[in-house]
């Protein structure tokens, strides 16, 4: 199975209101609720690509009961997640129908205790033995080390099995360092890297920090490749309306996917530029429309950059 | 016992921001739940008052776990709430920081079955036998026949138990044909009952209407109440600097306490007044400053209207 590690799981909760004003009583005409996380996004993408998935993380309290049975709902996902005593944070998206703005809160999650992220480790490296690879996803909730990425990356390279690293800041600092087999960062989080604004320079420069392969996703420039066989470009597929929110998400499913499906480098990243597009344009916020994606797989070009690499 | 109905119960979720923005993303700082709807905040007070209450009302779902969970920890309080399909909303308060506004999402409630609304009438005559006076208390949630509530002031008056009826609009124009004890509209809710803007006028076609009292509640004008008996004021001691969320819940409480404990008009309304100042006062919405209560109730001042009645 394919293995998503959501330290920072929430259940992401969106409320349809007709127009948002500050110190004003708001009727809710409409509630989604979903798990959360960007590997539990992921995790959702890869299943329905048909891939048999396990998430990990934490998850407590009442939030995370219900967050569980959801998942149960999910088929082909299986829940590891690793108990813990603090409560799973809600992320709560206000959608304004008047503009088309949304405005977000963030619950702060739970504080991991020493034990609870040493139950963890143990947790992850039992599930490293069958997975075939690993992606390790977003923000570290209070109480986990700053280098929590860096020591799930070296046991997953002492498992053998291929970790891709999508975060920022810190932890992603860190964890390049521990040598990942491929990281995702978005253009910010490059330059944050990096300190470069010039991303060709930038991915040549997280190569030299540990990355094996970067792809960088570039919004509406869509992906950029940069392995050691060589450099790609895989421009999005024209203008595209609708919510990005998740977008990165897919593109790191179809990149995932790729790998496991043992495909050259211009198809993974064409299969992850085309469910990018396809959750963009889906209705709903962080879910893919297959039509588009089936329709876009086949049609996008990735062009190779000669002499780059 | 003292038993109080809220038909649309809610779990009640404050988030203190430190500003809010549309459009952005915030981090919340502060998360505090509680069970909410207003009969339930009149039992939590009663409670607290040392009397010995239970509440009903519809509760489902998730939501419903939650707020059920909560109640178990709150002393004196009996969950007599009844099963039903759908999940129990929640409301959010955002709190901001910067300004001291409130912004408030209240999620719909979830639609009552004719099943789920007969199988409460059932279990609401069983509690009428053990009670010593009976709230009914805020909204209707959908699915609910809008003369809902003057099926149970019938109920409540053929079993002899005084009914207390505490809501808005059309359900409590046809509550008060039913001839209820006492209801105790605002003054925005008197007048869309009776078309007058004058209190007293207003409470006179109130009482000719069917309510057997009127205690009106006129904010920072404290309450007056109109029976059979006469009229009394009950000013609201001096400027009070706070959260008013609660207070007219808190009211509530003290004119039931004050009924049971069989206390004359003037002291039921020092006891309601004095228990609404010290919710305003309090640091969280909702709850009363003991302290504050005590030194008060000894001295609001109620005043006899003569000849009024």
């Known amino acids: 199975m394919i293995l998503t590690v959501t330290l920072n ?10 127009s948002l004003r500050p110190h004003a009583t708001h009727r809710v005409t409409e509630v989604t609720e979903r798990p ?38 999910t088929p082909g996902v299986a829940d590891a997640l ?21 405005t ?6 739970p504080t991991i205790t020493p034990a609870e992220w ?14 075939s690879a690993v992606a390790l996803c977003g923000s570290l909730p209070p109480g986990v080390p700053v280098g929590a990425y860096a020591t799930l990356v070296r046991a997953a390279r002492a498992a053998s099995v291929p ?19 491929l990281v995702k960062p978005n253009a910010d989080e490059l330059a944050e890297l990096t300190g470069s604004h010039e991303p060709l320079q930038a991915m040549k420069d997280a190569r030299r920090r540990g990355a094996h392969a970067v792809v960088a996703s570039l919004g509406a420039d869509g992906l950029c490749a940069l392995t050691a066989d060589g450099e790609w470009r895989a421009p999005a597929p024209g203008r595209l309306r609708g919510n990005p929110t998740g977008a990165g998400d897919s593109a790191v499913a179809g990149l995932l996917s790729g790998h496991v ?24 916020a962080g879910e893919f429309d297959r039509g588009t994606y089936e329709d876009l797989v086949a049609r996008v070009t990735v062009a190779e950059q000669v002499g780059a690499a």
């Open 9 to 18: 799981t929430a259940l992401d909760i969106t409320y349809g209101v007709r």
């Open 36 to 73: 959360g996380g960007k590997g539990l996004n992921v995790a959702r993408v890869l299943a329905a690509l048909g891939h048999e998935v396990a998430v990990t993380g934490f998850v407590g309290g009442a939030t995370g009961r219900t967050l569980q049975d959801q998942l149960l709902g």
């Open 82 to 102: 690793v108990p813990v005593s603090g409560a799973t944070r809600r992320t709560i998206a206000v959608a304004d129908a008047s503009t088309g703005d949304t």
């Open 104 to 109: 977000q809160l963030n619950e702060p999650g």
């Open 118 to 131: 040493a139950a963890f480790q143990e947790a992850y490296a039992d599930l490293l033995r069958s997975a």
């Open 163 to 181: 970790v891709l690293l999508d975060t920022s800041g810190e932890p992603l600092r860190r964890g390049v360092a521990a040598r990942p087999d």
């Open 261 to 284: 499906d043992h495909l050259p480098w211009p198809q993974r990243l064409a299969r992850a530029v085309a469910l990018s597009a396809a959750t963009v344009v889906a209705p709903v």
